[in-house]
Nanobody, 127 residues
Framework: QVQLVESGGGLVQAGVSLRLSCAVS????????MGWFRQAPGKDREFVGA????????DYGDSVKGRFTTSRDHAKNTVYLQMNSLKPEDTAVYHC????????????????????WGQGTQVTVSS
């Protein structure tokens, strides 16, 4: 079975950086487009970032554009979310997601584009 396991969350002060990791196992990592989403209590799940199978194409949600970067390391079967200049509004549970695709360059920016999800990691940003 395909499994996604996030790690790297924590409690930090505004302005600092964190890097989240999503380890992928049980499948051929290179066949999946990957995404990051976040969900704060009482709010809908929000698109954060996405990366294509080959890592050549990325897309980001408006609220994090210019601050967050998605990348992938095929040698480690891991997707990363580098988060810089964190704000209290970034506080949420962050989930990674995977979508099998035969297109090496497409990205998915909506929740419905993915069918495999990790358990999430909590990021809390204090002011």
């Amino acid at each position: 079975q395909v499994q996604l396991v996030e790690s790297g969350g924590g409690l930090v002060q505004a302005g600092v950086s964190l890097r989240l990791s999503c380890a992928v196992s049980g499948t051929t990592f290179s066949m999946y487009a990957m995404g990051w989403f976040r969900q704060a209590p009482g709010k809908d799940r929000e698109f954060v970032g996405a990366i294509s199978r080959d890592g050549s194409y990325n897309d980001y949600g408006d609220s994090v554009k210019g601050r967050f970067t998605t990348s992938r390391d095929h040698a480690k079967n891991t997707v990363y979310l580098q988060m810089n200049s964190l704000k209290p509004e970034d506080t949420a549970v962050y989930h990674c997601a995977a979508r099998y695709t035969r297109n090496t360059r497409e990205v998915f920016t909506f929740t419905g584009g993915y069918n495999i999800w990790g358990q999430g990691t909590q990021v809390t940003v204090s002011s």
